[in-house]
């Protein structure tokens, strides 16, 4: 059975980019980056693998 995609936080994001904050949401903007998910009212994350997917292969 395939395990569940992680849910992860955008300092986890920030820490496996290396980017910038205002870059990320630059690039959200854009269109090339992959896009949040909300987990609640006032949180937002990213899909692990499209995070992965994003770091192997940067448009």
């Given at each position: 059975?395939?395990?569940?995609?992680?849910?992860?936080?955008?300092?986890?994001?920030?820490?496996?980019?290396?980017?910038?904050r205002?870059?990320?949401?630059?690039?959200?903007?854009?269109?090339?980056?992959?896009?949040?998910?909300?987990?609640?009212?006032?949180?937002?994350?990213?899909?692990?693998?499209?995070?992965?997917?994003?770091?192997?292969?940067?448009?």
């Amino acid at each position: 059975m395939r395990e569940p995609d992680r849910i992860i936080r955008l300092k986890t994001v920030l820490a496996r980019t290396g980017l910038s904050r205002s870059t990320i949401y630059c690039k959200i903007a854009e269109g090339t980056f992959p896009h949040q998910v909300r987990i609640s009212v006032n949180g937002a994350g990213w899909h692990e693998s499209e995070l992965d997917r994003w770091i192997a292969n940067p448009v």
